[in-house]
């Protein structure tokens, strides 16, 4: 089945540095790709997602190309901030409904 | 309104009581997701309602029981669970319906201990 890997972490940033956690995805065909964050302590909220291939999705100040080359999903940020300390999780989708995560990556931002 | 409200949002539980968790949504999303997600791990899918009817069990024990009363509702109903299966257990719905894959959006989730 469609399956994802992302770097595990933790990580460690000072506020305005520059983000990237690693996602790479093993599929058959090209699935809908999803980068999810949760917060301590609360659910997961959809941060963005791409449908196909060469999209780009992007929110709050996070972006990530589906790139088909290298099979990734990339999960960058210019200027972090505090307000980002969270667990980031990298998705797939099994079919239509089932989705797949990654382990996910604690991220730590110090001010 | 673009919730997903899930109640209690703790349970402590015996492994003989019975309890139920309660999830809702008002989006008409015809889809409704029961994840189950340990300490430290990533959410796994466990049930999956599809027009109110079940579509997809992942092998889920008998002990954890699921019902979709209507369109907007989602309950999983508990009993004789073990320690084992205290986690945070989280709602999610999506648009549902069209065979292809559509965002699930997730409710706060309910922290479940079982003693």
């Known amino acids: 089945g469609n399956s994802v890997t992302q770097m595990e972490g933790p990580v460690t940033l000072s506020e305005e540095a520059f983000l990237t956690i690693n996602c790479t995805y093993t599929a058959t065909g090209y699935p809908s790709l999803f980068w999810y964050v949760q917060y301590p302590g609360e659910g997961l909220q959809l941060l963005l997602k791409?449908?196909?291939?060469?999209d780009k999705g992007s929110n709050k100040g996070f972006e990530a190309t589906y790139r088909k080359e290298t099979t990734s999903f990339h999960l960058e940020k210019g200027s972090v901030q505090v307000s980002d300390s969270a667990v980031y999780f990298c998705a797939t989708i099994q079919g239509a409904q089932k989705l797949v995560f990654g382990q996910g990556t604690r991220l730590t931002i110090n001010p | 309104d673009t919730e997903v409200t899930q109640t209690p949002k703790h349970l402590v539980m015996g492994m003989t009581n019975k309890k139920s968790l309660k999830c809702e949504q008002h989006?008409?999303?015809?889809?409704m997701y029961w994840y189950k997600q340990k300490a430290k791990k990533p959410p796994e899918l466990m049930f999956v309602y599809s027009y109110e009817k079940l579509s997809i069990n992942e092998s889920v024990p008998s002990r954890f029981s699921p019902e979709c009363p209507n369109s907007s509702l989602l309950n999983l109903h508990l009993h004789a669970l073990q320690p084992e299966d205290s986690a945070l257990y989280l709602c999610?719905?999506?648009?549902?319906?069209?065979?292809?894959?559509?965002?699930?959006?997730f409710g706060p989730g309910t922290r479940l201990t079982v003693l």
């Open positions: 791409a449908t196909k291939a060469d």
């Open positions: 989006m008409g999303h015809r889809a």
């Open positions: 999610a719905s999506s648009l549902g319906g069209t065979g292809r894959p559509d965002t699930q959006y």
